[in-house]
């Protein structure tokens, strides 16, 4: 089965092993993708250390799992993304999530920009 962020490679071989270390994390659209993974497994965990730290909100934690849980997800679609490669310290990510809620197809549309700090790529908010 291919991983939920639309990768041909299995979640084992995709973004399991961000989920496990953010560091194994190289560009800004991978930690995009990983993050649509970690929304569709409910993973609040990754999705707080994921976020960057200005901007994160702990307390948000079990309502964004609630939200998660409770529609059914279906397609990541990367509209565009600049800068946010292994060398750069910052990018963006544009991105269409759809996914099932109440019986309806509903989206969300988002440009998200990410910063690299010691290595590591967070999300940073919107543009």
């Known amino acids: 089965m291919s991983c939920n962020c639309g990768s041909v490679k299995a979640y084992k071989e995709c973004c399991e092993i961000a989920h496990r270390s953010l560091k194994s994390v190289i560009t800004a659209e991978q930690l995009m993708r990983s993050r649509y993974t970690a929304f569709t497994l409910a993973n609040s965990d990754y999705l707080m250390e994921s976020h960057h730290v200005s901007t ?4 948000e934690k079990e309502e964004v799992v609630a939200w998660a849980k409770s529609v059914e997800w279906l397609e990541l679609k990367i509209t565009y993304s600049t800068k946010g490669l292994a060398k750069d310290n910052e990018g963006t990510v ?5 996914f099932h809620e109440n019986g309806e197809l509903k989206s969300i549309k988002e440009h998200s920009k990410f910063v690299k700090e010691n290595g590591c790529w967070y999300y940073l908010g919107f543009v």
């Open 94 to 98: 544009a991105f269409e999530a759809f």
């Open 56 to 59: 994160r909100s702990i307390s």
